[in-house]
Nanobody, 116 residues
């Protein structure tokens, strides 16, 4: 049974940074992985993906140039480095197995609130 646990969220000021992490059980992360988010009252938004080898990434336009997805060398943790955050980045963030076309929120997300 695959379980994904996102962590690292919190309250951050506009322009600040956060680093989210995702640990997994049941899979090794040696597969395409994505980060998704859901803002209050809105649907799920795909924001970033990384391929199986970890050498190719893609970002949504809304976070391009600010957020970076990565995997650690042990293939056990997925990360999302969030820089220059904005109030509209406020959401619950989820990691998910698969690329954009198939990724679905799974497990416990982590709340990110951007506010001054």
């Amino acid at each position: 049974d695959v379980q994904l646990q996102a962590s690292g969220g919190g309250l951050v000021r506009p322009g600040g940074s956060l680093r989210l992490s995702c640990t997994a059980s049941g899979i090794t992360l040696r597969s395409p992985m994505s980060w998704l988010r859901q803002a209050p009252g809105k649907g799920v938004e795909w924001i970033a993906e990384i391929n199986a080898n970890g050498d190719m990434t893609a970002n949504a336009d809304s976070v391009s140039g600010r957020f970076t997805i990565s995997k650690d060398n042990a293939w056990k943790t997925l990360h999302l480095q969030m820089n220059n955050v904005r109030p509209e980045d406020t959401a619950v963030y989820y990691c998910a197995e698969g690329p954009r076309s198939t990724a679905q929120p799974r497990g416990q997300g982590t709340q990110v609130t951007v506010s001054s």
